[in-house]
């Protein structure tokens, strides 16, 4: 029953899908108010049947009903509920539900809020974004039904969903959060194509395009962040970042999405770069089907790969249309929006976006060649090998450390033609304080070239992102001669994107400072603990105390004990871990991570973290081999990420003074009428 | 209404971009394409010739690959890994069922004393050979244990698995080589 109701509203949601598309289409070509009215009216009703199907789903988990084959995959009656629920995205046909149902909610809201906006851009937009929803309900429907009936005798139990998901609860965010990134950035995809197909891009248009994919961007960093996170805290290796094929499939749509978040500034402002920032936005979401590809065509070896199975094929089909509609787009329609302004000079900030613009552009081609050489290699000779981290941190870290300084200086120029002078006087502070903190850092024994010039131009950009960030609220309190705190809080209501943008940006000094820090400065050590006795490793003494067994429904769990302290301080006793489950040969090891060293806020701003990863367990459970790391300031990067995030989402939300200004313009023009 | 009025095309198509665009799309296209006759498990390993060994056993005798007439079964193994544990009942049933196949183990960065011990206890069928050194877990590119290798009597590779074995991964892998 349940397995017929599923598959009846996917159906209804493809018709949806595929009727509004259409109409939205002849909309934008013959402006028909009915056409215009129809594939509003079937974006909301297709955001309607894809959220009632997912709900049909998570009811049919809830109650593990295993005549439905998705359940009788991924259930099992000795799962927590809260991990029952999360399995829709455990698994490949979940998953592929789960996306579509993002991505009608996101057409949903999108073709709501065009019911008032100018139906010619709408109308395209929604036509694309419709399309591509028929896409993926094709898929539910057919090759990745999550709803078929299960075949033969119904199962009593199943055997649960992934043991991965079922490790960590940042493995329960991880793939929705990234969900949101990747499925949301099809509507700038249909956006930006709606403005090739009309011919024109206004201003307006423009900003609503950049705030859709600041808000797919945020999420993208949070899922990119938390991806990191789990690595970190569960796979045991101590790492966040292992340029894995599919990491580098969703670093990339973040680095051309950020590219495009800058250029469309400039657009917006001086009708510069029309061409180059929509293609940025075509391609930010050809990057994310791309990445989506990848994990689920098998073609990739990686941790994250689904497995084999039709929808390889079908998908790079889809990616096939896709770069040809984009291709033709861009070829035949640019030349309709020719720029307005040339550039008024290199000293300008408009210049500085761009460097940025092709530092950005040129690390996406670094990443996406050094993911596709294995395969072009063996394409060409049969010969398999991977590229490794070396390449990617060899090539990137150069590219990484000139887009932090360039984030440093841009801020400083004006838009327009600039001033050498003045721009030299608004970076005097910034330069001056990177010099003390890099003097500084050299005398604390910080030698290495990369860390170093990473932190002094974190500094350097810093510097000149606190200062964006208080000095609009220093002028105010002067000018009115208000409260700092009060003329912080009118700046910051009243220029939310700013205050969004430059918290991004401390964001990625944060990042940076994490990571040259995490990564320049990490301690690894092997080494055996005998039960009962003190070890000296890397400043702490480790007491290995005991070990235990525990058993819960879904898994077999070898506990091992170990007391730390440094010094004289008993810093607790954690739990490095090794977890069995039924359903995986090999065991996942759960490393235990302790916030400690000297750190000069105690827990709140820990300076280092001790890593234990449990490596081995002798026979009769008294000797332990233990994977021991530190890594300074590693919390950095956890904070920068959630700034990103934070600052993201804060500067893609419309203003409330805009909001109010669109309401005061709207009864005025009804009091003309 | 006022779109295409106000903003008339100054240019014509980009035809340059369209070719180059369209080979690049093709390029890349097929390169994905092509990732698809991939399998790892199948094409890699067969038809490859396996890596000879000479390898001393737990009772200090002498192995060799090289002259072995019989199809060989390889399984790296430690005693410090669970999924290994579990499955060695299923090789013992398999070299006690099928005698004209040659079973190793390989211990894997594990000290020779517990391997004897855990025989003991477990239960033994065919030799286990030490490989101190790591050489020849490295020359088949073992990736983690247990994993298990199918060598035919002529010393060439035809399967793979890696992860525990059961009846039914024994039964395709000895069909391949029997």
Known sequence: MVSLIGRTLVLLALGACAAGGVAGLVAGKTRSPQAWKLSIAMGLAFAALMTLATGVMEYALLVHDFSVSYVAQVGSTSTPVAITMVSLWSSLEGSILFWGFVLAAATGVFAWSMRTRDPEHGSYALGVLLLIGAFFTFLVAGVANPFLPTPGAIPLDGPGPNALLQNHVLMIIHPPALYMGYVTMAVPFAMAASALLAGRLEASWMRSLRRWTLFSWSWLSLGLLLGGWWSYEVLGWGGYWAWDPVENAAFMPWLTATAFVHSSQVMERRGQFKGWTLTLGLASFLLTMLGTFMTRSGVFNSVHAFGEGPIGPIFLGFIAVCLVFSLLLLGLRLHHLEPKNKMAGVVSREAVFLLNNLLFVALTFTVLIGTLYPLIREAYDGARISVGEPYFNKMSLPVMVAILFFMGVGPALPWGDGNLERAGKRLAVPTAVSVVVGAVLFALGVRDFWPLATFVTAAFAGVTSIRELIEPAVNRAKKKGENLLVAWWQYASRSRAKVGAYTAHLGIVALAIGIGGSAGYKQVLDVTLTQGEAQEVLGYTLVFEGYESQQQPHRRSEVTWVRVYRGDRDLGRVDPRMNHYDTMAQPIGTPAVISAGPGYFGRLAPSEDLYLSLTRLSDDHRAVSVRVMTHPVIWWVWIGGLMLFGGGLLASWPGLVKLKEKRGAKTKQTVDA | ?178
Request: glycine share 12%.
């Open chain 2, 1 to 178: 209404m006022s779109g295409q009025a106000s903003s008339a095309p100054k240019g014509g198509p980009n035809w340059i971009l369209l070719i180059v665009g369209g080979l690049a799309i093709l390029g890349f296209l097929g390169l994905l394409a092509f990732g698809f006759g991939e399998d790892e498990q199948e094409t890699v390993f067969s038809e490859r010739p396996a890596p000879d060994f000479e390898l001393e056993d737990l009772d200090g005798k002498l192995q060799k690959l090289s002259g072995q007439d019989k199809p060989v079964v390889l399984n790296f193994w430690a005693t410090w890994c669970v999924p290994c544990k579990a499955e060695h009942p299923v090789l013992l049933q398999n070299a006690s069922l099928y005698p004209d196949v040659q079973f190793f183990g390989v211990l894997y960065g594990d000290n020779p004393a517990k391997a004897r011990a855990y025989l003991k206890g477990a239960g033994s069928a065919y030799p286990t050979l030490m490989d101190p050194t790591g050489a020849i877990a490295a020359a088949y590119g073992v990736t983690g244990v247990p994993e298990t290798f199918f060598i035919d009597d002529t010393q060439v590779m035809r399967y793979r698995h890696n992860g525990p074995v059961d009846m039914n991964v024994m039964d395709y892998g000895l069909k391949a080589i029997r």
